[in-house]
């Protein structure tokens, strides 16, 4: 067998905090052999980011490799100095990072940043950087690269934005590409266009690629070979084909077995050994009830003023053959759906569809353009955002943030956070009331009491979601909006909370609606699915109507890009 | 872990480990096993021990502080009294800093006199942390015209050369403490402004206000109790390093004969009076205020970055 291009053995990462020494990697064994993918796969905190910051030695500060060797080609990169190091990256090996638009400087063009790294490596002379960037850039199959060269990143789309950070990472040939979840907030269409051009660009050169991921699908539909780290252990290594088919070790079942994926049910993700929640029996609470939907929005439009396109000076500064700016754009371009009691619907696009915009309408939180929110026979929509803090519907519907830890005050506790819509509208008063509900609801989501007193920095990302539900549903609401609400948690929790959700659904008959882009998540939990794209519903049906036969291309489309894990 | 509560089902306490056990930015450290919460005493403890400059800036505000509070009752002697038998002396075992030309002690003024500077220093920046901050977090949290009107007025103010506008409102207003208070409170009014402009304006659409919108919190309820709370540590920060500022400020304008007036011990004047015996050779007269001007100013810019570490929740595990 021939060396491998790089060789991680017995990795042990420490880092120094003030809890004294954590070792965030314990003795990992990688290989990569020259024109493999390999996949390493874990939940957040597995280590697998730090295993590759290790590998191209960018570190923080408090991190430093305590054990082991890192052979590259035949180099020790453990203890080159820092001058070869800097040589080597960029040039032998790159990488590309989770928020390309962080990854790219603002204010620079993009064609001078692909130049800046193309002349720092040598691999370009002033005089022919520029053809070179133009080339770099046609690779990675932008359009019209020539116009895109004097483009800045904030011009660019997420998808463009990645495609420019390969171009970067790709500029100088490495032998080796490090990819650190380089899909995460990409829609799934582009998420699919961009992996599929990494994986062709790599094969063409023969180069070896590592992709850091925590969506198992992803690593199977892209990796050669698959390492499943769990808590800074490396607990399983075996070909892409062979390990979805029979994972040896326990952590790599649990994760298989949480991954949403379609033939499943909701219980269905959860571990075998789980013990079986209490509100499993569903209590058709609301179905009895009466049979008027419960919130109709009909022709919903929301159009935003261009940028200077009503000013007189923005015109008079326009170029003679720069086309004439649009008066509005419409985010919502008269929508009308509804939702019966009891019943959960999806609402699923991507990014900027007008699926959040339509969701913070029915929440009364922006003022709609034209068209009505009914709620409960009683027209919301007329009532303006600012006053409807006010009204009394106001806490019959409520909301799950999308970002559970943007959604919390960092300078207020856990109980602080859920006692707030409390102490604001309901009926109990007095700190020990508040308190004594703050706990029940607690135990109802599943949050440990104790926890109640901790700041939001002080809990993971599945306490906090817990938090951010339990504010929701305080003040017991008929609608709660659900903004992707386990788009930042991992998959092990996302199954939880995912089960929470529902059981809280039926034991207090509330209405969901359902925001995402993950259609898998959404098959879950929804009766009903509406699809939406550019401002307007393309398809809306029963669940599985839309999930097994979908009518419209673009649905089609964006099942289609779903990596599968192949079960 | 033993911790942790049987409530929670083994899934949940085993992914959620998971999140805890390694991750890579310290901040992201869920403790697990961690007792629920460091108090601000043990806290304040560790951010010493971590800064040691913070450690002595603290040292000096104590001391400062003693001073301004128990001024009259330590000074050895009576500020006030001169003694022509025994002026212009050099500092010696009896006074410490030296004697000024109407004999009074040097010491003893230096201490009493920070009461006043304080006082000052300290009242201006409340008032100008509750002016600035509150309108700039109301520009930055409501925009349109609030912000505008509130913009405008910081940006008239600094088209001013500071000092002078501050001489100009004491001279125009009269020659009192009160006035100068105000004069120092208003030149600092942009540099609250504007920085809790930008921090309100950042957190405006944050999720945890919508969330409190959805709670039904009015706008101005959210104002105080959500948006304020977070800027409070850079304001901490800000007040801290006006304060410095603000000493001078009003030393600036005594040195100059407005404000406070002698007799009275403040730093300002002493400095002011000193100055014409300097040449002379009698250095400590103007020296020992001026010292006591310099390590006030100093200590407060110091003091800034460790209160920030204090009071920002997020520093503490």
């Known amino acids: 067998m021939t060396p491998a291009l790089l060789d991680v053995r017995d990795l042990t990462v420490e880092f120094i905090t003030r809890r004294g020494i954590v070792q965030a990697v314990q003795h990992v064994n990688v290989q990569v052999a020259k024109g493999e993918t390999v996949g390493i796969v874990g939940e957040s905190g597995s280590g697998k980011s730090v295993t590759s910051y290790a590998v191209m030695r960018i570190l923080d500060r408090a991190g430093k490799i305590a054990d082991g060797a890192i052979t590259f080609s035949g180099m020790d990169v453990r203890d080159a100095p820092e001058s070869q190091m800097r040589d080597l990256r960029g040039r032998e090996m790159s990488m590309i990072f989770q928020n390309p638009r962080a990854a790219l400087n603002p204010i620079r063009k993009i064609g001078h940043q692909i130049e800046d790294v193309l002349l720092q490596h040598v691999q370009a002379q002033p005089s022919d950087k520029k053809a070179k960037a133009i080339e770099a850039l046609k690779r990675v199959r932008i359009a019209r690269p020539e116009e895109r060269y004097h483009a800045y990143p904030f011009e660019l789309s997420g998808g463009m934005c990645q495609r420019v950070v390969i171009a970067l990472a790709l500029a100088c040939q490495p032998q080796l590409l490090i990819a650190d979840e380089p899909t995460t907030g990409l829609d799934v269409t582009t998420q699919k266009a961009v992996m599929d051009l990494v994986v062709e660009l790599t094969r063409e050169r023969g180069m070896s690629t590592i992709l850091i991921t925590h969506d198992l699908g992803l690593a199977a539909a892209y990796c050669d070979r698959v390492v499943v780290m769990e808590k800074g252990k490396v607990v399983e290594t075996a070909a892409s084909t062979t390990i979805f088919k029979s994972p040896q070790h326990a952590y790599t079942r649990k994760l298989m077995r949480a991954t949403p994926r379609p033939g499943v049910s909701l219980r269905d993700l959860l571990p075998e050994d789980a013990a079986p929640s209490p509100a499993t029996v569903p209590t058709p609470l609301a179905e009895t009830a009466d049979k008027t939907p419960l919130l109709v929005v009909s022709n919903l439009v929301k159009e935003y003023p261009r940028q200077g396109a009503t000013s007189t000076l923005a015109s008079f500064f326009r170029k003679k053959d720069q086309l004439p700016i649009a008066e509005n754009f419409r985010a919502v371009d008269g929508i009308s759906f509804t939702i019966n009691r009891g019943e959960s619907v999806g609402l699923v696009g991507e990014s900027g569809c007008g699926k959040s915009t339509t969701s913070m309408m029915v929440m009364r939180l922006l003022d709609p353009t034209s068209g009505m929110v009914t709620f409960d026979g009683e027209d919301i929509g007329a009532i303006p955002a600012k006053e409807f803090a006010k009204s009394p519907m106001r806490k019959r519907i409520q909301m799950v943030f999308q970002d559970p830890t943007d959604s919390l005050n960092p300078r207020f506790t856990a109980v602080r956070a859920i006692a707030d819509p409390i102490m604001r509208m309901s009926e109990i008063k007095g700190r020990d009331a508040v308190r004594a509900r703050c706990e029940e609801l607690a135990r109802q989501v599943g949050l440990p009491v104790e926890l109640l007193d901790r700041f939001p920095h002080q809990l993971s990302g599945g306490q906090k979601a817990r938090v951010g539900i339990a504010r929701a549903i305080a003040l017991s609401p008929e609608l709660v909006i659900l903004d992707e609400p386990t788009a930042a948690l991992d998959v092990s929790v996302q199954a939880v909370v995912l089960n929470l959700l529902e059981d809280l659904k039926h034991s207090l008959g509330m209405s969901y609606l359902f925001v995402s882009h993950d259609l898998n998540v959404v098959r879950l939990l929804c009766d009903r699915v509406i699809v939406m794209r550019t401002g307007k519903i393309v398809e809306e049906g029963m669940t599985e109507q839309v999930m097994d036969a979908p009518q419209t291309n673009y649905t089609k489309e964006l099942l289609s890009a779903i990596p599968h894990p192949p079960l | ?317």
């Open chain 2, 1 to 317: 872990m033993n911790q942790r509560p049987a409530l929670e089902t083994a899934h949940i306490a085993a992914t959620e480990m998971a999140a805890a056990a390694g991750a890579v930015p310290p901040d992201a450290i869920i403790p697990v096993s961690a007792p629920k919460q460091t108090s601000l005493l043990a806290h304040a403890r560790y951010v010493i021990a971590e800064n040691p400059v913070t450690g002595i800036a603290f040292g000096l505000f104590v001391l400062i502080a003693v001073c301004a509070i128990f001024g009259p009752w330590i000074a050895p002697y009576d500020p006030l009294a001169s003694n022509t038998t025994s002026a212009l002396q050099p500092p010696s075992a009896e006074h410490w800093f030296g004697t000024d030309q109407l004999g009074r002690d040097i010491l003893s003024r230096v201490i009493v006199a920070a009461r006043l500077d304080m006082a000052i220093a300290v009242s201006s920046v409340a008032l100008v942390f509750a002016l600035g901050g509150l309108s700039g977090t109301a520009a930055g949290f409501f925009g349109g015209w609030t912000d505008r009107i509130i913009g405008r007025i910081a940006d008239t103010i600094m088209a001013f050369p500071l000092f002078v506008l501050a001489m100009g409102i004491v001279a125009a207003l009269g020659n009192t403490v009160t006035n100068i208070v105000i004069a120092t409170a208003i030149i600092n009014f942009p540099l609250y402004a504007r920085v809790a402009r930008a921090e309100a304006n950042v957190r405006r659409d944050a999720g945890f206000v919508q969330a409190a919108r959805l709670s039904g919190n009015g706008e101005y309820r959210i104002l105080l109790t959500q948006i304020l709370p977070n800027i409070m540590p850079i304001m901490v920060v800000q007040m801290s390093l006006t304060m410095g500022y603000a000493i001078l400020n009003a030393a600036g304008l005594s040195f100059i004969g407005l404000g406070v007036r002698p007799p009275t011990p403040e730093w300002g004047i002493m400095v002011a009076e000193g100055a014409g015996f300097i040449i002379s050779g009698e250095w400590w007269i103007a020296f020992f205020p001026g010292a006591a001007l310099m390590l006030a100013v100093f200590c407060f810019n110091l003091l800034g970055d460790g209160l920030r570490d204090i009071v920002d929740p997020q520093r503490r595990t």
